[in-house]
């Protein structure tokens, strides 16, 4: 799924949000709620008006895409946009903080 959605150049009228979990991370679970309201709520668009997709990544099965991606700490969440790492962001952001991230990309 990573493969095909972030990494997809072709989609270019979407930002796909990149969640790298784990099970047993608390911040994790605090954060990986709010990703999915924002995601799936058609009104949140990225500064450049795309929409957006979520693509969760558990870092304990996908050991080798965490470390492609040098994700040292979680949650690390990556943005891309047309197939491209853009930016990203390390720790639990509260919902202002994650729409601001939004607002960037």
Same mark, same amino acid.
Do not use: H
């Given at each position: 799924?990573? #493969?095909? +959605? ?5 989609? !270019?009228?979407?930002? $796909?949000? *990149? @969640?790298?979990?784990? /099970? ?17 709520? #058609?009104? +949140? ?5 795309? !929409?957006?997709?979520? $693509?969760? *990544? @558990?870092?304990?099965? /996908? ?43």
């Amino acid at each position: 799924t990573f #493969e095909k +959605v972030a990494l997809n150049p072709s989609a !270019s009228d979407k930002a $796909v949000l *990149v @969640d790298f979990y784990a /099970e047993w991370c608390n911040p994790c679970k605090m954060i990986s709620p709010l990703l999915e309201k924002l995601t799936s709520d #058609e009104t +949140v668009k990225t500064g450049s008006g795309r !929409s957006l997709d979520l $693509v969760t *990544v @558990d870092t304990d099965s /996908e050991f080798d895409l965490a470390l492609r991606y040098q994700v040292r700490a979680l949650p690390t969440v990556i943005a891309f946009k047309d197939g491209q790492k853009v930016d990203q962001f390390v720790g639990a952001l509260n919902e202002s903080g994650i729409r601001e991230f939004i607002a960037k990309l």
